[in-house]
């Protein structure tokens, strides 16, 4: 890194000498600038290998500086980084178009994620964000609504980060029209699937979502959130989701995609393709019926019943079906029943918490355990597998 220059353009002099500080002690020289037109000057100037530029910039905004740096052949290759305050997709978008190659968002937690980013542009190398293997995908399923599909989703995922403490676990609501996980986990942002599918192909790097998707404590994982309403879900991009998944597959070790009852052409590729398929029922005849008819078609797709982990889930009470009547219907081993658990899961979402933070004692918390371990395994021999 000896020689290495990155200016920092930042109107705020305590943050340019703090970000500066962390770069010195990683072995870099810095340059400074308090303003988007003298950050100009010193970058056609002194020819710097990388610039941080706060894109809020009163003087000259920063999607402005970007474009004018690569209209000018001295600075055309430059690599740019926005370190921003600003965290809203729309401004997420207009940086990435105007030439920023990353976008992070100023908070407690963002240095390391800066300076994986600085060594990737810089010095060309590979981010220890970024990891070369493939994650896990594992696709939550039912059959009717009601089933406490969602709740599962992120309890289960929850478990698995706590089971697996070294590994990237992120959760995704593609649940359509409107999702419900956010409401679950208290995630308030703007960021979600229908306005990161709206952004450039470009942008869907590993790191982006490393850095950009929240990460929810204490549920221990990163949310991208669902669709916030129904007409924001109708417009939701769909030719985005192949290289969405697929680079979210990349940044973290365990995906799990809640599509609730969906078998779309949104869902039918992530479901066929799947390391694991969670496939949740409760005790009603209807509802079992139905996920029977499911079961058939996947099989038609080529599904094996290897890959699909059953959940039994009284969500409703303690009436209906056996296990033992419920899998002769559906030709399934069910794998885990969760006992009926009154209003305290209901309780433990309108708070924001998972269910094993809020009943830490409930013997339910056991079974969640057990099934985030099995459902981990199976997902990794699948992989191993293949």
Request: aromatic share 6%; charged share 20%; hydrophobic share 45%.
């Amino acid at each position: 890194m000896a020689g290495k220059r990155i200016l920092i353009i930042d109107m705020e002099a305590a943050s340019r000498s703090f970000v500066g500080a962390a770069l010195q002690k990683e072995g870099y020289q810095t340059l400074e600038a308090a303003s988007g037109r003298e950050g100009l000057i010193v970058a056609w100037r002194d020819h710097p290998d990388l610039l941080i530029v706060d894109p809020d910039l009163t003087d000259l905004r920063g999607e402005i500086l970007a474009m004018r740096l690569r209209q000018d052949a001295r600075t055309a290759h430059t690599p740019l980084i926005a370190l921003s305050s600003d965290p809203q997709p729309a401004r997420i978008r207009s940086a990435l178009e105007a030439g920023f190659a990353e976008y992070l968002v100023k908070t407690a937690q963002v240095m390391p994620a800066l300076m994986e980013t600085v060594n990737r542009l810089v010095v060309g190398k590979a981010s220890s964000s970024t990891k070369q293997a493939e994650g896990r995908l594992i696709v939550f399923l039912s059959a009717k609504g009601g089933t406490g599909t969602s709740s599962l989703c992120a309890n289960i995922a929850t478990n698995i980060a706590l089971y697996k403490p070294d590994k990237r676990v992120a959760v995704m609501d593609m649940v359509l029209p409107i999702g419900s996980i956010a409401d679950i986990v208290g995630y308030q942002g703007d960021l979600n699937l229908v306005s990161i599918a709206e952004m450039p192909p470009e942008t869907f790097t590993p790191d982006f979502f490393l850095n950009n998707l929240a990460g929810m404590k204490p549920w221990h994982f990163h949310l991208m959130a669902g669709s916030p309403d129904p007409e924001s879900g109708n417009r939701l991009k769909v030719v985005s989701m192949a290289d969405i998944v697929n680079s979210m597959k990349t940044a973290f070790d365990y995906v799990l995609v809640d599509v609730g009852r969906s078998l779309s052409r949104i869902s039918m590729p992530l479901i066929e393709t799947a390391d694991l398929i969670a496939l949740i029922v409760n005790t009603d005849s209807s509802t079992i019926t139905l996920t029977k008819t499911v079961w058939e078609y996947l099989q038609i797709k080529g599904v094996e019943a290897s890959s699909v982990y059953v959940i039994l889930n009284r969500a409703v009470g303690l009436e209906g079906m056996t296990r033992a009547e419920a899998e002769k219907i559906l030709k399934l081993e069910i794998k885990k029943s969760m006992p009926y658990q009154g209003s305290n899961l209901a309780l433990a979402n309108n708070q924001h918490q998972p269910f094993t933070q809020k009943y830490p004692d409930n013997t339910n918390v056991i079974i969640f355990r057990e099934m985030a371990k099995e459902m981990a395994e199976l997902a990794d021999r699948h992989v191993r597998k293949n």
